[in-house]
């Protein structure tokens, strides 16, 4: 079984201590060294806005400093790694308020982004009302979050978005956005086991049109996605694909020590190169955290 060269990881680390964000580097130390995980929630906060959002470049290819679902999201995302205290639950409850504030009824959910978000240096895709094809993404992922948290922080509409994301994946999605696939993962995670059967048929028909295997290429998850750890729930089906995924992630690191994004903004080029140093912490810190998962790290 191949594993990271020790020297190799020895370069990683040092990635992380030396060019990564301060987040990631908290993330990072929290997740390998026993860092203090309010170490992880004081970084967040130079992401939050007074209104409980998100933004200022959380998500790195959106540079905007308003708040947005987008990154809100990615922030209990990265909460709910963290073990229960009082400072990460504040603020959870804070974007949560802020999720719930910025509700639409026409909608029945939220825009991914706000329209501010076109007056700040971004990637391409991300222009205001671009996602809107495509509701379960954020709308899944956040129902999953307000279920996550419906003891703590009750939120009125849960049944009625719930209901919603329900609908929309049975009868009105296309199955064919990886990243809509994505936060519908989430969310069966937090269903009750009816809920998840009644999905079941769908959510593996997503799977098959969105993940990418062997030799494919293009637009579409790769397997390591959806199963990042022997003990997730769909390790068992990509079994056969599993050991070479794990030596692409191997090989696919950089002489620098760290991953790099595969993609570019193709405009604002300045803006880019910090977004895209700004990823490879973040990517660095997925590749240690799956290939330790899977014991290929030394």
Same mark, same amino acid.
């Given at each position: 079984? +191949? ?5 190799? %990881?020895?370069?990683?680390?040092? %990635?992380? +201590? ?26 967040? *906060? ?9 933004? @200022? ?19 209990? =995302? ?6 229960? @205290?009082?400072?990460?639950? +504040? ?33 391409? !895709? ?8 495509? !509701? ?25 978005v719930k209901r919603q994301a ?19 993962? $989430?969310? $069966?995670?937090r269903l009750s086991e009816?809920?998840? *059967?009644?999905?079941? @048929?769908?959510? *593996? ?13 293009? %637009? ?10 022997? $003990?997730?729930? %769909?390790?068992?089906?990509? =079994? ?7 030596? +692409? ?45 899977? @014991?290929?790290?030394?």
């Amino acid at each position: 079984m +191949k594993t990271l060269d020790k020297q190799r %990881y020895e370069e990683a680390i040092t %990635y992380m +201590k030396e060019k990564a964000r301060p987040l990631e580097r908290a993330i990072y130390e929290h997740s390998f060294e026993g860092g203090a995980a309010e170490a992880v929630v004081r970084e967040l *906060l130079t992401f939050q806005n007074p209104d409980g959002g998100f933004g @200022h470049g959380l998500e790195p290819d959106l540079r905007t400093p308003h708040s947005s679902a987008l990154a809100t999201t990615n922030t209990l =995302a990265i909460l709910k790694n963290l073990p229960s @205290h009082e400072e990460a639950l +504040k603020m959870a409850h804070q974007a949560l308020g802020f999720l719930a504030d910025t509700y639409q009824a026409d909608r029945v959910g939220w825009e991914i982004i706000p329209k501010e978000a076109e007056e700040a240096p971004r990637a391409v !895709w991300w222009t205001y009302n671009g996602f809107d094809a495509y !509701w379960g993404n954020p709308n899944a992922d956040i129902v999953a979050y307000f279920i996550a948290y419906q003891t703590t922080f009750p939120y009125e509409r849960l049944e009625t978005v719930k209901r919603q994301a329900l609908h929309y994946l049975l009868h009105e999605s296309e199955l064919t956005e990886m990243h809509e696939m994505l936060c519908y993962l $989430n969310l $069966n995670e937090r269903l009750s086991e009816q809920e998840q *059967l009644a999905i079941q @048929h769908k959510l *593996l028909q997503f799977l098959d049109q969105c993940v990418m295997t062997g030799e494919q290429q293009g %637009y579409g998850a790769r397997p390591l996605q959806v199963a990042d750890s022997p $003990n997730s729930r %769909y390790a068992a089906r990509y =079994a056969a694909h599993l050991p070479d995924e794990l030596n +692409k992630l191997i090989d696919e690191q950089g002489e620098d020590g760290a991953w790099s994004p595969n993609w570019t903004w193709h405009q604002y080029e300045q803006e880019w190169e910090q977004a895209r140093e700004e990823w490879k912490g973040i990517l660095t810190l997925q590749a240690l955290r799956t290939l330790q998962a899977y @014991h290929r790290l030394p």
